[in-house]
């Protein structure tokens, strides 16, 4: 199903509650009665052509935006995935690390499989890391250089330049499946974590697991859907444009 602006928010959180953790990065509270979509968005000065293509691309893995230079900028997609890059570090991780260690204080008898399990999670945290900063401090910025240069009455060669060096080509080549790696950490768990006298622990631990994954999967999705496309027809528009010069 689609989400338009008439339906109702409250049917959009029914229909995918994991759409909750998207209206907490717009800012949106709960509590908006019978309202639509554009109502909350409107009320939350939440831009709707940008909002309704964000969760679509969420809750939808084959919805396709179809127009890419749309009225919403740059900077507002870029602030977005920031949000969420902080939202996995700042709240998911260490939710999932005080479960970790919640588990090496309750389980003795597992304790070698916890350590290599709290060890892989330390090797996961970093590879997260490394991947969203390298959005953060290169990708985003060459976006918004972009967003500019695109906007811009004339190109300077310093745009072409730039294009030379990097391209959206170039991220989504590299743009790798940071969510993969968690399939073997709940494997560990599943497969070899007998856990008889805390099972609700290790359900705790694997549920926070699979919808960290789920929520990375949905996350690079709109990277791959919204931003790329956006980017590359950017960077067509300039390269023509500086071609007729
Ligand atoms: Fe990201
Ligand atoms: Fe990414």
Request: proline share 3%; net charge negative.
């Amino acid at each position: 199903m689609i989400i338009t602006k008439d339906n109702k928010m409250a049917d959009v959180i029914h229909m995918n509650y994991s759409t909750l953790s998207v209206l907490n990065r717009f800012g949106i509270e709960l509590g908006f009665g019978d309202k639509s979509v554009e109502d909350v968005c409107q009320k939350h000065e939440v831009d709707i052509n940008f909002f309704l293509e964000i969760i679509n691309t969420f809750i939808n893995e084959d919805y396709f935006p179809k127009k890419h230079l749309q009225s919403f900028s740059i900077a507002l997609i870029n602030d977005y995935l920031k949000k969420t890059h902080d939202y996995y570090h700042q709240v998911k991780v260490p939710a999932i690390e005080q479960l970790m260690d919640q588990m090496a204080h309750n389980c003795y008898t597992q304790r070698n499989n916890i350590n290599l399990l709290t060890n892989f999670f330390n090797d996961y945290k970093q590879e997260l890391l490394n991947h969203t900063q390298r959005e953060d401090k290169i990708v985003f910025p060459y976006t918004l250089s972009i967003e500019k240069a695109f906007n811009a009455p004339q190109i300077d060669k310093k745009t072409v330049k730039l294009m030379e060096e990097y391209s959206i080509d170039i991220f989504e080549s590299e743009h790798d499946n940071i969510e993969e790696k968690l399939f073997d950490l709940k494997n560990i768990i599943i497969k070899y974590l007998p856990q008889p006298k805390n099972f609700q622990l290790c359900n705790k631990l694997l549920d926070e697991l699979f919808t960290l994954e789920k929520d990375l999967n949905d996350h690079a999705r709109i990277e791959d859907k919204v931003l790329v496309p956006k980017i590359r027809a950017m960077e067509g528009v300039i390269r023509k444009k500086f071609s007729e010069k």
